[in-house]
């Protein structure tokens, strides 16, 4: 029995003759005890050998029933009378079988109230039911039951609609009622609207060809016309600051771009490359610029995905998603990708390497970082995000740093970055707040994507059935529902989590959500094609990430649309007529760097003792700091469950690590690697710990440094180096310090 919905599933069925069901054929799966765990994608499948499952009963054994509906054969012309449609698929009945249909219907008139009521109603059982609508009774297959509510969901098998009734209102079938197959075929279908084909129902002359699982519709041998869905991928992912992130350098760019692939996308890369391999994939139809597509590589001739940059008379430049490199083909060359390659998102990521190198030092660089294990810290220097590749935690060195070539080098970073995608530059763009990630980045749905925004929120609610999404990766764009308020949303896996769950976001709003697996559905192809629909950009806010001042940008930004304009450095500004909205600082925020005090600073500043490193050496906190400091460790107990372990850890790296004394989650900096074990000083209060290296998590981007500078302040002892370092000495130093109204003056020596 081969399984045509589960992948790479096959295996035998015998029948199990122990017990005879009255509608079903019990089946035992040869090497299967697991089967329960399949049931949510065996349950009411069809297969290859014209069975359908009924229901699974554990331990090895499910139940089929023989004579399932009658399927269409793959390219033949079949004329249908269409019964009813739904989002993705449409119902026929084969124009030849439509006697039996009235035969069906006819007999189950005249039975009328003769009927008996069902009295075992489970998943899989064809009975009698009153369709709402018009209150004639019809055959059903029973494909949910709520003991609980006592209601069941039906399909009416000759017709394809389905509606709940209440157990009670089910009846039982006669013997020759059951064993005439469910006349009514599921077509699936992609690329027409709705509406065209709904016009098709109960008309003439109408028939459908099935190539490829796919049904295209005819009606007086005239094709329904097609809304051309231009297939698209999903956008690439965006790499942490102050993380190495493991992968591959897999192109070097004439331009200066080096382009990496994180490990943990290496294995969906692999497998896509295999089912790319065995695919001979006919010209598209028509070539339109951010299309995806395939094209064949003219170094080795393999087949590989690509996006469409231009279209220039017969030629086409294409770029090739997960590998980084271009080249132009003509436009017969540009060959359709399947759907089942579209999900995973761009491999490739684009990174501005801290070192700048020319086309003479490239062929250099490819030798020094392509085909090795390398790792990558993505910074933001002199604002403006730079990357730093290491081999063996040593950085790679080449070139000379940017940060010492003044103009040229921000000249040559805009040009790099001159085709990403996202809002136009140097333009106001009117828009509205879609959602606040912190005061460093805010998510906004420009005012001309609001019509494709209505468009993707109905075609979301007119969806009624939904297929779970069964697997997912880093990149999967799905359909879930937003806790707050109920309501289904497309969204896209951001993190894998463990444990069955994700974080998503929801790509037309930018927020994000932890969600099960579970809770996750699949996105429909035409939902799929839709841009996302919200926009991040940074701000230039020399503001604090306090919740208070969260609270401040949303209540401005939240109350009516805005213009918004993004810079250069790809730095935003926002304003409503001619006024700036919010504060400004002069210039990008750069690396903050642990708070300083010197001796310049001749007000005294309020404080607070966090810490006694030696008698000479004390760390304390400036009151004006600790609203600040309380919303961050609210964010971070927040975290929690939601945080990544670290794999890689090396000096330098910002962390979070749980405080032994108090086990709470704290930011902190790594000072020292020896073996598993790991030194760290917690950044917002100046103590160490030397922890596993097992126990360290990723810093999240919306807690790292450059949002929100560490709290504690260094501060040394005048004439500390004259006591000596001794236990009874600290507490003396901590009963001096340790008072209310603590202030430091460092003018004052």
């Known amino acids: 029995m081969a399984f045509l919905d589960i992948k790479d599933l096959k295996t035998v069925a015998v029948k199990d003759d122990t017990k005879v069901m009255g509608q079903a054929i019990r089946c035992r799966m040869i090497g299967m005890n697991n089967i329960k765990e399949l049931e949510p994608q065996l349950a009411r499948q069809e297969y290859q050998v014209k069975l359908v499952c009924c229901a699974v009963e554990g331990n090895g054994v499910v139940l089929v029933r023989e004579e399932a509906e009658e399927m269409l054969a793959e390219g033949v012309d079949e004329q249908v009378v269409v019964t009813h449609v739904a989002h993705g698929e449409v119902w026929v009945t084969l124009t030849r079988q439509m006697e039996k249909v009235d035969m069906v219907m006819n007999q189950l008139e005249k039975l009328g109230g003769t009927l008996k009521t069902m009295n075992d109603v489970t998943v899989g059982r064809l009975a009698a039911g009153k369709f709402s609508e018009d209150g004639q009774m019809y055959r059903c297959m029973v494909e949910d039951v709520s003991v609980r509510e006592k209601k069941v969901v039906v399909r009416y098998v000759d017709f394809g609609n389905k509606e709940e009734l209440g157990i009670g209102e089910l009846f039982e079938l006669p013997a020759d009622l059951l064993r005439v197959p469910s006349l009514a075929v599921r077509v699936q279908v992609e690329g027409v609207e709705r509406n065209k084909l709904e016009e098709l129902i109960d008309k003439e002359n109408v028939s459908v060809v099935v190539e490829n699982k796919l049904g295209t519709f005819f009606i007086d041998g005239k094709k329904v016309t097609d809304t051309y869905i231009v297939p698209t991928l999903p956008p690439p992912l965006v790499l942490p600051l102050h993380c190495h992130v493991e992968g591959e350098v897999v192109h070097v760019s004439p331009g200066g771009l080096i382009w990496f692939t994180p490990a943990t996308l290496s294995n969906s890369v692999d497998n896509m490359m295999d089912r790319l391999a065995v695919l001979s994939p006919t010209p598209v139809t028509r070539v339109m610029v951010d299309m995806a597509c395939t094209a064949r590589y003219s170094v080795d001739g393999e087949l590989y995905r690509a996006k469409v940059k231009e279209v220039i008379n017969e030629k086409v430049r294409v770029f090739f998603v997960d590998f980084g490199n271009e080249e132009t083909k003509n436009v017969e060359e540009i060959l359709e990708l399947p759907g089942n390659c579209l999900d995973l998102l761009p491999a490739a990521i684009d990174i501005v390497p801290a070192r700048s190198f020319d086309e003479e030092q490239r062929e250099v660089v490819e030798e020094l970082l392509c085909g090795k294990k390398v790792s990558v810290k993505l910074t933001v220097e002199g604002g403006i995000e730079f990357a730093r590749v290491y081999v063996d935690k040593e950085e790679v060195l080449f070139g000379q740093e940017r940060t010492s070539a003044g103009r040229k080098t921000m000249a040559n970073i805009q040009s790099l970055h001159e085709d990403k995608s996202g809002l136009p530059v140097g333009l106001r763009t009117p828009a509205n707040l879609g959602h606040l990630d912190s005061v460093r980045e805010v998510w906004v749905i420009p005012t001309k994507v609001q019509e494709k925004l209505d468009k993707v929120m109905d075609m979301l609610a007119e969806q009624k059935e939904w297929e779970k999404e069964d697997y997912s990766e880093v990149g999967t764009m799905c359909v879930t529902m937003f806790s707050e308020d109920q309501v289904l949303y497309r969204a896209m896996v951001i993190t894998l989590l463990g444990a069955g769950k994700v974080v998503v976001r929801f790509v037309d709003f930018g927020n994000h959500e932890e969600k099960f697996l579970s809770e996750l559905w699949k996105i429909t192809p035409a939902l799929k094609a839709v841009e996302h629909c919200a926009e991040s950009v940074k701000t230039s806010w020399g503001m604090e990430d306090s919740l208070v001042n969260r609270e401040m940008v949303e209540e401005v930004l939240g109350k009516e649309e805005f213009m918004v304009e993004v810079d250069e450095q790809g730095f935003a500004t926002f304003y409503r007529g001619d006024d700036v909205l919010l504060p400004l600082v002069d210039s990008a925020p750069t690396d903050v760097n642990p708070m300083v005090i010197t001796a310049d600073d001749s007000d005294d500043v309020a404080v607070a003792l ?125 009963a001096l310090l340790e008072k209310e109204n603590l202030t430091l003056n460092m003018s004052m020596g």
């Open 610 to 734: 966090s810490y006694i490193e030696s008698v000479g050496v004390v760390w304390v906190t400036p009151v004006a700091v600790q609203e600040m400091l309380d919303s961050l460790m609210g964010q971070l107990a927040d975290m929690g469950d939601k945080l990544v372990p670290l794999k890689d850890v090396v000096v330098g790296s910002m962390v979070v690590a749980r405080y032994m004394e108090d086990m709470e989650l704290y930011r902190a900096r790594v000072v020292e690697v020896v073996d598993s074990k790991v030194t760290v000083i917690f950044i917002d209060y100046g103590n160490y710990q030397v922890s596993d290296s097992s126990s360290l998590y990723k810093l999240p981007i919306e807690v790292s440094e450059d949002r929100v500078a560490p709290s504690a302040v260094k501060v040394i002892m005048p004439g500390g180096e004259e006591w000596e370092d001794t236990e009874e000495n600290r507490e003396v130093v901590e």
